[in-house]
């Protein structure tokens, strides 16, 4: 697809593109970023692009350029390193709408600041993934409803429960580091609906949790584990 195919597409609402490798190329990328500014009436991006480049960092405000957004995908994509800020800009009145935000994939990972940065610029975000939350960006994220994340502890679930008790829908990835009983600490999350874990490996601990816990403690319970 040649990123031009848009720029006669200012009615566009939901907007994904998929592009594996090195496709399109840099000249493209910088193209898409260009013309998303036109695109004022999207509500929905979803971007798969394994090296999404650009000539500054600036140029990468367009992901989040339409005032009507409400939600931002970006998994699978390959940012490069300092480009959040610019995204999430500090004091854009353009982020109030936005109420999800999905970076699960993304590299380099959010550090707190960013973190900050995008809680701060998005009141209304109810749902967030992104890979290596802390516990101490918790705090930050206490209107949640729905999270992804990866790469978590004892600490974090426990930090978890206590910070985000409104979470209805919550996805773990990778907890080869928590015990069966930090594990056991999400029961504290009553308004729980749904819950995912898919790890690759170790995933005895979560069959125990669920084995453990049933179905008594929230409505509905997806598990999934893939060996």
Not at 147 to 156: A, I, K, N
Not at 167 to 174: C, G, I, M, N, P
Not at 206 to 215: F, P, T
Request: hydrophobic share 40%; glycine share 6%.
């Amino acid at each position: 697809m040649q990123p031009s195919l848009l720029a006669g597409l200012t009615n566009l609402k939901h907007l994904a593109l998929q592009f594996e490798g090195l496709v399109p190329p840099a000249t493209g990328a910088q193209d898409l970023l260009s013309l998303l500014p036109q695109l004022q009436r999207l509500t929905a991006l979803e971007l798969h692009i394994e090296r999404l480049q650009a000539a500054s960092h600036t140029a990468f405000t367009a992901l989040t350029a339409s005032s009507n957004l409400k939600y931002l995908s970006l998994a699978g994509s390959r940012l490069p390193g300092g480009v959040w800020q610019q995204v999430f800009a500090p004091g854009s009145s353009r982020l109030l709408q936005l109420e999800e935000v999905s970076l699960p994939s993304v590299s380099p990972d959010l550090n707190p600041t960013d973190v900050e940065c995008i809680a701060c610029c998005c009141p209304n975000l109810k749902a967030f993934g992104f890979e290596g939350a802390t516990a101490e960006s918790l705090p930050l994220l206490t209107g949640l409803t729905k999270l992804h994340t990866t790469r978590v502890d004892d600490d974090f679930v426990c930090a978890l429960v206590q910070q985000l008790s409104g979470l209805r829908d919550l996805h773990l990835s990778d907890t080869r580091n928590c015990t069966p009983d930090g594990l056991l600490e999400l029961t504290g999350l009553q308004q729980l609906t749904r819950l995912k874990f898919d790890n690759q490996l170790y995933e005895s601990d979560e069959i125990e949790l669920v084995q453990k816990v049933g179905l008594g403690s929230w409505r509905l319970v997806h598990a999934y584990t893939i060996a």
